[in-house]
């Protein structure tokens, strides 16, 4: 917002928006597939896999992917999404000094957040308020706070 790439209105919009999502990625089924029973060293097991849904944000505008894992929780029983912002090597601004070499300690690369890809920035809010129920309550309280500072300044 200091750099005017996007408007209090726009963020305004965008609480309002993320306030009446109801339906949330994290509610998306967890399927077991049952394969077949094997025996490996004269003990018995069935063999399952757990299929966790993963979703591709399919068009950003500058070849970035926005994407959702619904993923165990490591320490914890259940599961959690995890959202990811990921960006090809092309679109850093000085991927020229990287291309064609392994990347070494210290190496940097550039993302240039601007008027023509900000939306990324605000669909990314979209897709942690659809994560699950705690991430929407975690982004309506960001967005509320930065209203409020808006408001001060």
Same mark, same amino acid.
């Given at each position: 917002?200091?750099?005017?790439?996007?408007?209090?209105?726009?963020?305004?919009?965008?609480?309002?928006?993320?306030?009446?999502?109801?339906?949330?990625?994290?509610?998306?089924?967890?399927?077991?597939?049952?394969? %077949?029973?094997?025996?490996?060293?004269? *003990?018995?097991?069935?063999?399952? !896999?757990?299929? #966790?849904?993963?979703?591709? /944000?399919? =068009?950003?505008?500058?070849?970035?992917?926005?994407?959702?894992?619904?993923?165990?929780?490591?320490?914890?029983?259940?599961?959690?999404?995890?959202?990811?912002?990921?960006?090809?090597?092309?679109?850093?601004?000085?991927?020229?000094?990287?291309?064609?070499?392994? %990347?070494?300690?210290?190496?940097?690369? *550039?993302?240039?957040?601007?008027? !023509?890809?900000? #939306?990324?920035?605000?669909? /990314?809010? =979209?897709?942690?308020?659809?994560?699950?129920?705690?991430?929407?309550?975690?982004?309506?309280?960001?967005?509320?706070?930065?209203?409020?500072?808006?408001?001060?300044?």
């Amino acid at each position: 917002m200091e750099l005017k790439l996007i408007t209090k209105r726009e963020v305004e919009n965008l609480l309002n928006e993320i306030r009446g999502y109801t339906s949330f990625i994290d509610e998306k089924a967890i399927t077991i597939e049952h394969h %077949s029973q094997l025996t490996i060293n004269g *003990i018995n097991f069935e063999e399952t !896999s757990i299929k #966790l849904p993963t979703l591709f /944000m399919i =068009k950003t505008l500058d070849e970035t992917q926005i994407e959702v894992s619904i993923q165990k929780q490591q320490y914890a029983s259940g599961v959690q999404p995890m959202v990811y912002f990921c960006i090809l090597l092309r679109v850093f601004k000085n991927s020229l000094d990287l291309l064609g070499r392994s %990347s070494a300690a210290g190496d940097k690369l *550039i993302y240039v957040i601007n008027k !023509s890809n900000v #939306l990324n920035l605000i669909i /990314m809010m =979209k897709v942690f308020g659809m994560a699950s129920k705690r991430h929407n309550h975690d982004v309506v309280k960001i967005l509320e706070i930065l209203l409020e500072i808006i408001d001060r300044g």
